[in-house]
C-alpha cells in the first residue's frame, strides 16, 4: 500500500523560492524512481522533475537550472527545491514514483499534492 503526503507549497512573488516535501510510505522505496509532478489550472498533469534510485535526475525545459529534485532513501523522503520561481509554475505539485506508466501500476494511486501560487 502506498501513501504519499506532500507539502511545502504557498504563495510567493516571482523570483522567490519554496521546497517541496514529499512522505512517502513502503519498504521498497529506495529501488523506484520519484517525480514531481505538476498541474496547473485548465492543464493536463505533468512530469517537471525525476530522480532514479541511484540518484540520477532529469526535468523538463521550463525547470531546468531552477529546480532541484533530490531524495532520502532512509526517511523515504522526495524534496524539489524550486528557485527563481515564475507565475507559469503555479499549480498543484505532487510526487509519485517515476513515470505514469509506473503509476498505472499501483491504482492510479495521488496524494493531495500541495498548491504553489506565484504572483507577478
Known amino acids: 500500500q502506498v501513501q504519499l503526503v506532500e507539502s511545502g507549497g504557498g504563495l510567493v512573488q516571482a523570483g522567490g523560492s519554496l521546497r517541496l516535501s514529499c512522505a512517502a510510505s513502503?519498504?521498497?522505496?529506495?529501488?523506484?524512481?520519484m517525480g514531481w509532478y505538476r498541474q496547473a489550472p485548465g492543464k493536463q498533469r505533468e512530469l517537471v522533475a525525476v530522480?532514479?534510485?541511484?540518484?540520477?535526475?532529469n526535468y523538463v525545459d521550463s525547470v531546468k537550472g531552477r529546480f532541484t529534485i533530490s531524495r532520502d532513501n532512509g526517511k523515504n523522503a522526495v524534496y524539489l527545491q524550486m528557485n527563481s520561481l515564475k507565475p507559469e509554475d503555479t499549480g498543484v505539485y505532487y510526487c509519485?514514483?517515476?513515470?505514469?506508466?509506473?503509476?498505472?501500476?499501483?491504482?492510479?494511486?495521488w496524494g493531495q499534492g500541495t498548491q504553489v501560487t506565484v504572483s507577478s
Open positions: 509519485n514514483l517515476g513515470t505514469f506508466l509506473a503509476i498505472t501500476k499501483i491504482g492510479g494511486y
Open positions: 513502503g519498504r521498497l522505496f529506495s529501488i523506484y524512481a
Open positions: 530522480i532514479t534510485s541511484g540518484g540520477r535526475t
